[in-house]
């Protein structure tokens, strides 16, 4: 009695794989186009806009190979949702962009202690040129 009723469940699990395929195989291809155009849209989020609003449309562009125009919708506001894969692009860009930015930070400031440096050096160097030097009106009496 057990095999019948394991041989009738096998029967009907068959069925239904088979009914599957058939309504497959005789969808209508519109209906299969429409499955193709489906993408996934999701807001941007509002953090990663902000922290790209810091930086140039020409440099998040060449950095993310993006369209300028496209680059300029996104931080414009005009595109609200877009696919998680450009979402996940553009953070890795803004990492990239923040870390040359701090590079640029830390050369500038290895600049301008160099320069308060030489700045130093010659104010010493022309106070010894003038301690060397006389004052041609200086008078006995001081």
């Keep these: 009695m057990r095999i019948n009723y394991y041989k009738l469940q096998f029967a009907e699990h068959i069925a239904n794989i088979i009914t599957v395929d058939i309504m497959v195989l005789f969808r209508n291809k519109d209906e299969k186009q429409n499955l193709s155009k489906i993408s996934w849209s999701v807001p941007f989020p509002p953090d990663l806009l902000a922290r790209l609003r810091g930086f140039s449309a020409v440099s998040i562009a060449k950095a993310s190979g993006m369209y300028l125009d496209d680059v300029f919708d996104i931080l414009k506001?005009?595109?609200?949702?877009?696919?998680?894969?450009?979402?996940?692009?553009l953070q890795e860009v803004l990492k990239k962009l923040e870390e040359e930015d701090q590079r640029l930070e830390?050369?500038?400031?290895?600049?301008?202690f160099m320069i308060k440096g030489f700045d130093v050096l010659e104010q010493k160097n022309i106070k010894q040129r003038l301690n060397r030097l006389s004052d041609p009106y200086k008078t006995i009496e001081e």
């Design 77 to 89: 506001g005009t595109r609200m949702r877009t696919s998680p894969e450009v979402i996940e692009l």
């Design 106 to 112: 830390r050369e500038a400031a290895k600049i301008n």
